[in-house]
């Protein structure tokens, strides 16, 4: 089992900045990636950014390209995700997430159907 505990939301007026953090229990040798998703009110889980654990690998949404930036730090087990030019639209729980197996394709990455392990959510609100 792994656990994920996510801090660094709260209330950010549009246009700031948040950075969030997760930092994982332990890594596992059958886990290679850690994912950021969030979940506005009343819709679904949507992608935001995922990263390989050594770095050289990251996707974005394509709604968060050139405003967000996702980052590790292997020794402490955390990813963080820094978020800039904050839009009121985007209130939403994000959610930092690791998958059980190894992740190959950038389609696994996106897709919320390859993560086992999920935080429990710290929530941006988003304010006008």
């Known amino acids: 089992q792994v656990q994920l505990e996510e801090s660094g939301g709260g209330l950010v007026q549009a246009g700031g900045s948040l950075r969030l953090s997760c930092t994982a229990s332990?890594?596992?040798?059958?886990?290679?990636?850690m994912g950021w998703f969030r979940q506005a009110p009343g819709k679904g889980r949507e992608f935001v950014a995922a990263?390989?654990?050594?770095?050289?690998?990251?996707y974005y949404a394509d709604s968060v390209k050139g405003r967000f930036a996702i980052s590790r730090d292997v020794a402490k087990k955390t990813v963080y995700l820094q978020m800039n030019s904050l839009k009121t639209e985007k209130t939403a729980v994000y959610y930092c997430a690791a998958p059980s197996s190894l992740l190959y394709a950038g389609s696994a990455y996106s897709s919320s159907e390859s993560y086992e392990y999920w935080g429990q959510g710290t929530k941006v609100t988003v304010s006008s």
């Open positions: 332990r890594r596992t040798l059958s886990s290679n990636a």
């Open positions: 990263i390989h654990w050594n770095g050289a690998t990251i």
